[in-house]
């Protein structure tokens, strides 16, 4: 064997060149949808019985929250429902106060009380006061239009 005479595998290294980027983004991805999941059935990040969220009045942009949280009432009589649509309850204000948590109904697993002049436009409205129930989802994307949880926004959780 003469010095400098060494084979090169070019084909393995192109290979490498190509599928590379591809498994660190796979990576990435599952890393990124393990912490999330991870984030998300911490207890400590969960809304608390006693949170608040509070709508200040024309203080959020109102175009930017394009977003309708359906909710259920629960009645005597069964559920009937009502919205909360952000860039409606901006214009006057209005605050949501967590009352209870059940974990046997995900899709209504957060208890609230609602007050405020309204809470969307139309039939949907929740006007004045009103005992609704919302997702853990749902929940989080009006504290989130709203500025996260509690009278003073800082962290949005």
Not at 49 to 76: H, K
């Amino acid at each position: 064997m003469q010095l400098g005479d060494h084979e090169h595998n070019d084909g393995h290294d192109a290979k490498w060149v190509a599928v590379g980027p591809a498994v660190l983004a796979v990576s990435v991805m599952l890393i990124s949808c393990i912490i999330t999941f991870l984030l998300m059935n911490l207890e400590a990040l969960r809304p608390k019985v006693g949170d608040m969220v509070v709508f200040r009045p024309n203080t959020q942009e109102q175009d930017v929250w394009q977003i309708q949280v359906p909710t259920y009432q629960p009645t005597a009589a069964g559920q009937t429902s009502c919205t909360m649509d952000p860039a409606v309850i901006v214009r006057q204000g209005g605050s949501l106060v967590v009352e209870a948590r059940d974990d046997t109904t995900p899709e209504a697993q957060y208890r609230l009380h609602w007050a405020g002049p309204h809470s969307a436009n139309g039939a949907g409205d929740c006007a004045g006061s009103a005992d609704i129930a919302v997702s853990r989802v749902d929940l989080q994307k009006l504290a989130n239009a709203a500025g996260g949880f509690g009278l003073e926004h800082g962290i949005v959780r």
